[in-house]
């Protein structure tokens, strides 16, 4: 029983470092804390607490997107809203 309890815990760690990742891959493509947080069905400062956004450099999006130009910012924002919508 202890065991079962220990590689239950060992899993759900795993998953929630999986998470974090996924979470700081988004952010690292453009993506704010808000539009991760609304499609979580959480707050936005949960987000902010679990990445420390203000340490992640943002490089150039994919395919040439530059994520520091707004309007490259907005299409890859929309694009991943509406992946996770449908």
């Known amino acids: 029983m202890v065991v079962k309890e220990k590689r239950k815990q060992d899993i759900q760690r795993t998953l929630e470092e999986i998470k974090k990742l996924l979470i700081l891959q988004l952010i690292i493509n453009g993506v704010t804390s ?3 947080a609304r499609v979580l069905g959480i707050d936005s400062s949960t987000i ?6 203000r340490r992640v450099k943002k490089p150039l999006g994919k395919k040439g997107m530059d994520i520091s130009n707004d309007n490259d910012k907005t ?12």
């Open 48 to 53: 902010r607490h679990m990445v420390s956004i």
């Open 34 to 36: 808000g539009d991760i």
């Open 75 to 86: 299409q890859i924002r929309s694009k991943i809203i509406n992946k996770a919508s449908s």
